[in-house]
């Protein structure tokens, strides 16, 4: 797959910014293709499939040659629905936040075309619309056409399929000559191919190879799922299956460091990597993660790319990836050298049709799975318990222990009421270590010196803060002597300080949303897994 930074293209320094706070770091490869050829003028047909990347492919050249000083629209975008209409017109927005005075207007049925008439009259360079809304709009003389200098055919199958023929030539013959012509579409039927020779001047063809889904041995899962149970499905899932390395993939690099720490707070052996790390960086995390220091590496496609670690047992799609070569991509990280494997994706809203366009592109049956709820991790923690305890006794001598049961049995108890209270204090033991209890009650371990706990605050090397400021916070708010703070470990985005165990949940409600160096912080327990 070709792709490249998108600091290599001829952009500006305004849709750069806007690209990387969008978070994306690599062109697609029809990004890659595209974006070049239509900032030379020329008109093109790009294949490419819904989820590629192809609404920045034509949406940054299309943004970087309007004329902000001439309010008419400039260029006009047909969609064959009006979900894809408002899809590109929100994407659009967000690589336009930097340009100034550039506009951009969705039309389509349904929503009051007298506000539409309003917008249009104020000033928009860019019209993203339905056929229908769109001619409507012609008629109406409410959109003038003598300033088009690029018109965009978006999934021009899907609309020739719904018989826009008569409105997309009546658009096409009313446009000046002169303008530049870009049809996409995921095939090219005989039908684009006579309404390119007809409409477009020397076009250019750009097909985008695909990546083809080689990996038999890994079940593929997904969940329909609310964004904020994102972070619970993960974890669920994790303390499930407990994969011994696992890689999540998130589509940015603010959404991975995030997650990150995120996990690192539940006690999760986690780290991350993207793009904004030096090699030095990658490889120190890459080192952990192969040697098992780490057990869920939380990646972006770039910087996970060429990770070749036999091992990983799963992949989660955190994120729908926004290509759908990615995806290939990201699941083939698991099942290799033969072993079998698993992906988990999450579907939010409309990712439900990503999904699809994923299904349909790998020829791959997904298959929907429901969140584990918490009494299968139970479960599979007593099966496991149950395994452990077998293996015990297989190699254990109990000589002593046996004559133990044998006088309690002899007195009022079952042999299997013995061994099912001292099955249940065993595993209650493990569950109050692993969860630190509300307040009043005693944490439980945090993996903390003997006497200590171990708290995680949500501020890092990247806020500008040193241990003195850590010591200076927590013993200026709580009244503690700063001799009394344990050790503390400040990583880039996060910290975590030891304080004397007594002393734990008075620091916690005190420093609850405090300030620290001027940033107000989120502070809670750490857990050990």
């Known amino acids: 797959m070709q792709k490249i930074k998108f600091n290599e293209l001829n952009v500006s320094d305004e849709i750069l910014k806007a690209v990387e706070e969008m978070g994306f770091e690599e062109t697609?490869?029809?990004?890659?293709?595209?974006?070049?050829?239509?900032?030379?003028?020329?008109?093109?047909?790009?294949?490419?499939?819904?989820?590629?990347?192809?609404?920045?492919?034509f949406g940054i050249p299309l943004l970087e040659e309007m004329d902000a000083d001439n309010k008419n629209p400039q260029?006009?975008?047909?969609?064959?629905?009006?979900?894809?209409?408002?899809?590109?017109?929100?994407?659009?927005?967000?690589?336009?936040?930097?340009?100034?005075?550039?506009?951009?207007?969705?039309?389509?049925?349904?929503?009051?075309?007298?506000?539409?008439?309003?917008?249009?009259?104020?000033?928009?360079?860019i019209v993203i619309g339905t056929p229908g809304r769109v001619m409507d709009?012609?008629?109406?003389?409410?959109?003038?056409l003598d300033n088009i200098d690029y018109f965009v055919l978006d999934e021009a199958d899907v609309m020739l399929?719904?018989?826009?023929?008569?409105?997309?030539?009546?658009?096409?013959?009313?446009?000046?000559?002169?303008r530049q012509t870009l049809f996409f579409s995921a095939t090219i039927p005989q039908s684009i191919k006579r309404l390119s020779k007809k409409y477009q001047k020397n076009s250019e063809f750009l097909r985008v190879a695909h990546e083809k889904l080689t990996v038999p041995s890994i079940d593929q899962y997904y969940y329909e799922i609310r964004r904020h149970d994102k972070l619970k499905a993960l974890t669920r899932i994790l303390d499930l299956s407990s994969p011994e390395l696992a890689i999540v993939f998130c589509n940015t690099r603010r959404m991975v460091d995030d997650l990150n720490i995120k996990l690192q707070a539940r006690g999760y052996l986690s780290d991350a990597i993207h793009g904004g790390l030096n090699q030095n960086q990658r490889d120190r995390v890459m080192n952990k993660f192969r040697n098992g220091i780490i057990e869920v590496l939380v990646a972006t496609d770039v910087a996970a790319r060429g990770i070749d670690v036999e091992d990983v047992e799963a992949v989660f799609n955190y994120d729908l990836p926004q290509d759908t070569d990615y995806y290939v991509h990201r699941i083939g990280r698991t099942g290799?050298?033969?072993?079998?494997?698993?992906?988990?994706?999450?579907?939010?809203?409309?990712?439900?049709?990503?999904?699809?366009d994923i299904q349909k592109y790998t020829k791959s049956k997904i298959k929907r799975a429901e969140i584990p709820s918490q009494g299968d991790i139970e479960a599979a923690q007593f099966d496991q318990f149950s395994d452990e305890l077998?293996?015990?006794?297989?190699?254990?001598?109990?000589?002593?222990?046996?004559?133990?049961?044998?006088?309690?049995?002899?007195?009022?108890?079952?042999?299997?009421?013995?061994?099912?209270?001292?099955?249940k204090?065993?595993?209650?033991?493990?569950?109050?270590?692993?969860?630190?209890?509300?307040?009043?009650?005693?944490f439980g371990d945090t993996g903390a010196e003997p006497g200590m706990v171990r708290l995680f605050i949500n501020i890092?090397?990247?806020?500008?803060?040193?241990?003195?400021?850590?010591?200076?916070?927590?013993?200026?708010?709580?009244?503690?002597?700063?001799?009394?703070?344990?050790?503390?470990?400040?990583?880039?985005?996060?910290?975590?300080?030891?304080?004397?165990?007594?002393?734990?949940?008075?620091?916690?409600?005190?420093?609850?949303?405090?300030?620290?160096?001027?940033?107000?912080?989120?502070?809670?327990?750490?857990?050990?897994?």
Do not use: W
Request: net charge neutral; glycine share 10%; hydrophobic share 35%.
């Open 460 to 529: 890092g090397k990247k806020d500008r803060v040193s241990p003195r400021h850590i010591v200076g916070a927590i013993a200026g708010e709580t009244g503690m002597p700063g001799g009394l703070i344990g050790a503390i470990d400040i990583y880039d985005n996060f910290t975590f300080v030891e304080v004397p165990r007594e002393k734990g949940h008075e620091v916690l409600q005190i420093m609850k949303d405090n300030y620290i160096k001027g940033t107000k912080v989120n502070i809670e327990a750490a857990r050990s897994k």
């Open 75 to 125: 260029a006009i975008i047909l969609c064959p629905t009006r979900e894809l209409a408002i899809q590109v017109s929100e994407e659009l927005k967000r690589l336009a936040k930097y340009k100034n005075r550039i506009y951009t207007l969705p039309v389509y049925g349904g929503q009051s075309i007298g506000r539409q008439i309003k917008a249009l009259n104020k000033g928009v360079q």
């Open 28 to 57: 697609t490869p029809i990004q890659t293709n595209a974006i070049p050829a239509i900032l030379n003028g020329k008109d093109i047909v790009g294949q490419a499939q819904t989820g590629t990347g192809k609404t920045a492919a």
């Open 425 to 442: 204090k065993s595993i209650d033991k493990k569950e109050n270590e692993a969860e630190p209890e509300s307040s009043g009650q005693s």
């Open 137 to 144: 709009h012609i008629r109406r003389k409410t959109l003038k």
């Open 390 to 423: 077998s293996s015990y006794m297989d190699s254990a001598d109990l000589g002593k222990y046996i004559e133990l049961i044998e006088d309690l049995i002899d007195e009022q108890y079952s042999a299997i009421e013995i061994a099912a209270a001292l099955m």
């Open 336 to 356: 290799r050298a033969g072993k079998s494997g698993e992906a988990h994706s999450f579907v939010v809203g409309k990712d439900i049709y990503k999904l699809r």
């Open 161 to 178: 399929d719904m018989g826009f023929i008569d409105d997309i030539e009546t658009v096409l013959r009313d446009i000046p000559d002169d």
